[in-house]
């Protein structure tokens, strides 16, 4: 079966999507990516979608969920890449993609997600859980 | 409106959304519609034969080269012998959806085109067309 490869890099996880995703494959994705952040203890995944030439209502929610997904298993979740013309396209579509942290490359998304890992643990500090 | 060129597709299973996106990206090309439009047209596409798969059940996309005068553009027309819409008003509302979606593939797909026509009867179907002119 087709699968979309999930890379472990350090204590994060990088996802590269590269192909034109049919909905089950996105599907696919959503499940090996939160067994593979339980699998590797992941705190912080990258999602690249440089090479996405259209995100529409499907796509997009399949992203917010995974963010949703991994938030809830202690992971947080950076969307890298996004083409200008997406990202137009899909603020006139009407994609509520909030919740979603973007950044717009891989290495700023590295920062991005660090920054936010130190935040959620200074959140967990503060809270007594974590 | 003249017909330059038509292409007809078949919506039977989840690849033919993606084989639809592709051909659409294909035709905006050849129209010389810019990178922004491409995106636009194709997203809209997507969205309504996703539609015309989960709600219709599958059906047919029409892809056609128009010119009218001194214009032309690319028309997109999905049609399906499923359930159809009781209630058009409210299917074009954001949000609205009687699916798992989020409710956004009419609306959208309304506000990235140029012209969009819908038609649909419960019981016999529904045909929605989008059009954007170059």
Redesign the interface.
């Known amino acids: 079966m087709e699968r979309i490869p999930i890379l472990k890099m350090g204590e994060f996880l990088l996802v590269t999507i590269q192909v034109?995703?049919?909905?089950?494959l996105a599907l696919t994705l959503q499940d090996d990516l939160t067994a593979q952040i339980v699998k590797f203890r992941a705190h912080g995944v990258l999602i690249d979608i440089s090479a996405l030439?259209?995100?529409?209502?499907?796509i997009?929610?399949m992203l917010a969920s995974i963010a949703s997904m991994a938030h809830l298993l202690d992971a947080e979740t950076v969307v890298v890449g996004m083409?200008?013309?997406?990202a137009?396209?899909l603020v006139?579509?009407?994609?509520p993609m909030k919740g979603i942290r973007t950044a717009l490359d891989v290495e700023k998304g590295m920062i991005a997600l660090r920054g936010a890992i130190l935040a959620a643990e200074q959140d967990g500090d503060a809270s007594g859980i974590r | 409106m003249r017909v330059v060129s038509a292409e007809s597709m078949e919506i039977r299973v989840s690849d033919d959304v993606v084989l639809v996106r592709q051909a659409v990206r294909k035709k905006s090309i050849a129209l010389g519609l810019g990178l922004v439009d491409q995106t636009k047209v194709v997203t809209a596409s997507s969205e309504l034969a996703r539609n015309t798969l989960d709600y219709g059940g599958g059906g047919k996309a029409l892809l056609e080269l128009v010119e009218n005068g001194t214009r032309s553009g690319l028309r997109v027309t999905f049609e399906d012998q499923g359930p159809g819409i009781p209630d058009i008003q409210l299917a074009l509302t954001d949000g609205y959806t009687t699916g798992n979606g989020m409710g956004l593939g009419l609306s959208g797909a309304k506000r990235l085109s140029h012209e969009f026509e819908l038609w649909s009867k419960p019981g016999e179907g529904t045909r929605v067309s989008i059009l954007r002119w170059k």
Do not use: K, N, W
């Not at chain 1, 034109?20 to 089950?24: E, L, Q």
């Not at chain 1, 006139?92 to 994609?95: A, T, V």
């Open positions: 034109d995703m049919h909905d089950r030439e259209i995100v529409d209502s499907f997009g929610r083409q200008p013309a997406v137009i396209t006139e579509l009407g994609l």
